[in-house]
């Protein structure tokens, strides 16, 4: 199978199962293609310190850690952080902060996009 531009765009707030389905779909495909998941919108209260066990879903810090090293960009909607005034965790993969005009580009090029 020829390797693809994958872009998973995560764009609702983390209190429900969607964003643990959207990053496992996200590192399964890292295994085998170019891999972009972007948090806009809503989304970027995933990446905050907040403790989703507290309210019964499912930790994905350990998805997070695996797309950084299958290789994956993870990246963040910069406007969508300060709409929100919402602080990142601290975490073990590297995140990229963009602005809307260059996500806008990634998911132009893309060739395969999942919006959840």
């Known amino acids: 199978m020829a390797r693809k531009k994958l872009v998973v ?4 707030d983390p209190f429900s199962w969607k964003i643990f389905d959207a990053l ?3 590192v399964a495909s890292a295994m085998n293609h170019e891999v972009y998941v972007i948090f806009i919108k809503n989304g970027v209260y995933a990446l905050s310190d907040w403790k989703p066990k ?3 879903i499912e930790a994905y810090d350990k998805s997070i850690e695996s797309l950084g090293m299958l290789g ?3 990246i963040v909607e910069e406007e969508g952080l300060r709409e929100r005034g919402v602080r990142l965790k601290n975490w073990k993969a590297n995140l990229e902060i963009l602005s809307k005009d260059d996500i806008c580009e990634i998911i132009n090029s893309a060739e395969v ?3 959840w």
Do not use: D, M, T, W
């Open 9 to 12: 765009i995560i764009k609702n």
């Open 24 to 26: 496992r779909v996200a």
């Open 54 to 56: 507290l309210i019964g």
């Open 72 to 74: 994956a960009k993870l």
């Open 113 to 115: 996009i999942l919006s």
